[in-house]
């Protein structure tokens, strides 16, 4: 089996597994779900969820393409002499530096910033100042099965209406997890929380229109036919100020810390020799 196959069966198998679990090891290397996560919640700054179920699994062996890639290619510069050479030493000594430099920067900032303390009084202002600035849309929780044919989803549509409230729950994630192609499958077809316009056109104007505990009609999309089952229906509304005091704080930190360092500054410009 070529590794562009393996990638893929294995992220099949391990989608609901702990961060922990071992996907690949190449060379005695081992590369985790922790690996891939860490990398792809960055990429997507924290919203990999919220991204449609296809879309992760493509992301995910990408990623982890990458990592098997480096690692063959750190061995190999490992055999070839690569880490002896002068070159080698020379580069990895000025990236030593540089970090020491930042890593130093970046904890002295935080030391800085540590002590700018905002009163609960001025958090509640702004908050009573800003109230329209904290809304949340719409919402659903919900699970699907992903089939590639419409017969097949008219024929697992067929098991499932008969059944009515925790009996049809059950049955729908038993038949996800059977029968949907989705990476979702495995979860029971669960996909989360998400916002009104985080997944395709046709999922969206389905799903927001279903009542809770219900089962849609197949839902053709790109990526073949869905059925829908709601778990949750979320409805917009003002955020309470204890849901934002923290953000608010932040926030308000934030612009206390540049007046803070401004100041901060001009005094070590003052004492400093700058020829």
């Not at 700054?45 to 890639?69: H, I, S």
């Amino acid at each position: 089996m070529n590794i562009s196959k393996k990638i893929i069966s294995i992220l099949f198998v391990v989608s609901s597994v702990l961060s922990a679990q071992v996907l690949v090891t190449v060379n005695g290397t081992k590369i985790t779900k922790s690996d891939v996560d860490s990398i792809l919640m960055n990429a997507t700054q924290g919203r990999l969820n919220q991204l449609p179920p296809e879309k992760q699994m493509n992301f995910q062996k990408e990623v982890l393409q990458q990592l098997v890639a480096k690692v063959l290619i750190y061995d190999d510069a490992k055999k070839t002499g690569i880490l002896k050479s002068k070159e080698f030493k020379s580069e990895y000594k000025k990236i030593q530096d540089r970090v020491k430099k930042e890593v130093a920067i970046q904890i002295w900032q935080k030391a800085q910033f540590d002590t700018v303390k905002v009163s609960d009084a001025k958090l509640k202002k702004y908050y009573d100042k800003n109230r329209g600035e904290f809304k949340e849309g719409a919402s659903v929780h919900a699970r699907h099965i992903l089939v590639q044919n419409l017969s097949e989803a008219e024929l697992i549509l067929k098991e499932l209406k008969p059944l009515k409230a925790t009996a049809l729950q059950k049955k729908f994630i038993a038949l996800a997890k059977e029968k949907s192609v989705g990476p979702s499958g495995v979860n029971g077809g669960d996909l989360g929380t998400f916002a009104k316009g985080k997944m395709v056109p046709e999922f969206d104007k389905e799903v927001f229109s279903m009542s809770v505990g219900t089962v849609s009609k197949p839902v053709k999309t790109q990526f073949g036919f869905h059925l829908i089952y709601l778990e949750e229906k979320n409805k917009a509304k003002n955020l309470a100020f204890k849901e934002v005091k923290i953000f608010i704080e932040k926030r308000l930190k934030v612009e206390k810390f540049k007046v803070t360092m401004k100041e901060k500054m001009e005094s070590l410009e003052k004492k400093a020799i700058i020829k």
